[in-house]
């Protein structure tokens, strides 16, 4: 009889060792992929008079990125900032330990690959009625009886449903981690990008500050000037026009300023009465080098493609799920135990019982549902193997568009320069003219009005250009892969040698 037990258990063990459905393989990326229909440049050209913001950058195909990509723009106030996001953000803390989580929900998932063994012990006081013949075989009509028993339950996988289930639980673990990773990647993206916008909208206000200043230098002129007769009326109100209409531009660029700086506490985790330090503008640097990485690499770079990914891993576990369900199923038990009369007797020969069964489960009929489901199975997993396959394109769409924008940025920055350039030269002679009188105020304001929409223009360039480099590397997929951005050890992702 053993040997018999002991058979059947190998033959459910062999059994157990393959798994139905399909294995999972990671899609290749199309063999002709590529970010644009010409070649990469191999640098993005600079302009001479726009300072850190107009450098020329080297774009280096096939080079890794950095964990810590953001201390290439050289600010070290921003490295501290993005430090104390990483640190404190509520957010990103709460998404690491649900990712915790996830990962013991792996592990509950794996249990029925093992036995599953409980023991009870049950002391009792028993009388027995004298209708009844005596129980114990002392024939006491009061007795004690303690009973002690272990009982001993295991499944084997024989179709490898059980451990399609613990895939399908690993992978959706391995989703969650992936969106925390591009959760963290939004998180240092937005940080950045916040920061370079204030430091963009206090350099306007700036500007602004400036040509109220001059407007109002040449309305005390005007003034005098009507006072003296020289001029009409109607120019000096038209020259209050125009300093309200520039008086009237710093409200919004105030309000744009606070809510960057709301924004950025918290991102930080701080509240917003929390003094955060202000990075002027010309404190970045453009990073000299930027990666460009191969198509390929984007499959494993990315966090929303790795996230695609799990998800179509666990579609795949999903159907050997799926067909496991409808076939054989075999439970084993066995309750050795022993009862007794009295404590002194227990592991006593002769006390002990134990029974050892099996059962085989298959199911035959329940309205088509089992059928059904796998079918249901099959088309999550055709569902989520097409949104991989957009989510590659749209990766790939992402990281073209911020090349372009590299370039374009650059030209729009060499022409915002030039024209703000052209402004200043044009804002001096009108003012030398009108102090000699050659031209009317209304010239002079028009000319004001030029030059500080061309200074602005320019000052938004130079901050789009570092929004660029920025934009690069977060599509590039962030460097997470030199980080730790789960504040934990990650498992490792072979859930077949897990369990």
Known sequence: MRQSLLLGCAAALALSGCAIGPDFHRPAVPG????????????????SNSGAAGAAQ??????????EWWKALGAPQLDALVARALQNNPSLKSAQASLKAAYEQTKVAGAPLLPSISASFNPTRNKTSKALSPVPGNNEM?????????NISYQPDLWGGLRRQVENQAAQAEMQRFQLIATTNTLVNTLIVTLITQSSVNAQIE????IIATQ???????????????????????QKAALAQAQATLPPLHLQAEQAHDQIAALVGVTPNEMLPEIPLETYRLPATLPVSLPSALLSQRPDIRAAESQMHSASAQVGVAIANRLPNVQLSATPGQAINAMSQFFTPGYGNWSIGAMVAQPIFQGFELMHLERQARDNLLAATEQYKNTVLTSMQNVADTLHALQDDSDALTISAANEDAAVRSLR????????????????????????EARLNLIQAKATRFTDSVALFQALGGGWWHRNDTAMKVPSTDWHAAF
């Open 429 to 452: 002679i009108s003012q030398s003219q009108m102090s000699y009188g050659d031209i009317s105020p209304i010239l002079l304001q028009a000319a004001v009005q030029i030059e500080l």
């Open 32 to 47: 002709n992929a590529g970010y644009q229909s010409t070649a990469l440049p191999g640098s993005v050209h600079g302009t």
């Open 142 to 150: 009061l007795y004690n009886l303690h009973t002690l028993q272990l």
């Open 58 to 67: 080297t774009l280096t195909v096939g080079a890794d990125l950095s964990g």
């Open 216 to 238: 109002q230098k040449l309305l005390d002129v005007m003034e005098k000037q009507y006072r003296l007769g020289d001029i009409a009326e109607a120019q000096v109100l038209a």
């Open 207 to 210: 500007a602004t500050k400036d």
